[in-house]
């Protein structure tokens, strides 16, 4: 099992930063990817970003390229989503998601059903 807890969400007016935390523990040796993904009231749950543990490969929606950036400390065993230029429809629950899985095209860990495991969610609101 591995556990995710997330971190750093709040309220911010457009056009500042913040910095979300995910902090795995458990079988953590057992994760290939960590991703990020947002729910909005109302909407299902969508992609935002996701890397792979080694780091060598990231993965973004086009909604937040240029904007967004992920990365992992693996001494830490934390993966960090770095968020510029927040935007009211940015507005949403940030969850932390783990895949064990090691699949052949990237286009996997875009999905929420490529994870096994879900953090709880932080809220990230932001005012206009």
């Known amino acids: 099992q591995v556990q995710l807890v997330e971190s750093g969400g709040g309220l911010v007016q457009a056009g500042v930063s913040l910095r979300l935390s995910c902090a795995a523990s458990?079988?953590?040796?057992?994760?290939?990817?960590v991703g990020w993904f947002r729910q909005a009231p109302g909407k299902e749950r969508e992609f935002v970003a996701a890397?792979?543990?080694?780091?060598?490969?990231?993965y973004y929606a086009d909604s937040v390229k240029g904007r967004f950036t992920i990365s992992r400390d693996n001494a830490k065993n934390t993966v960090y989503l770095q968020m510029n230029s927040l935007k009211p429809e940015d507005t949403a629950v940030y969850y932390c998601?783990?895949?064990?899985?090691?699949?052949?095209?990237?286009?996997?860990?875009?999905?929420?059903?490529?994870?096994?495991?879900w953090g709880q969610g932080t809220q990230v609101t932001v005012s206009s």
């Open positions: 998601a783990a895949s064990s899985r090691k699949y052949p095209s990237g286009n996997y860990y875009q999905t929420v059903r490529g994870y096994d495991y």
């Open positions: 458990g079988r953590t040796f057992t994760m290939y990817a």
């Open positions: 890397i792979t543990w080694s780091g060598s490969n990231t």
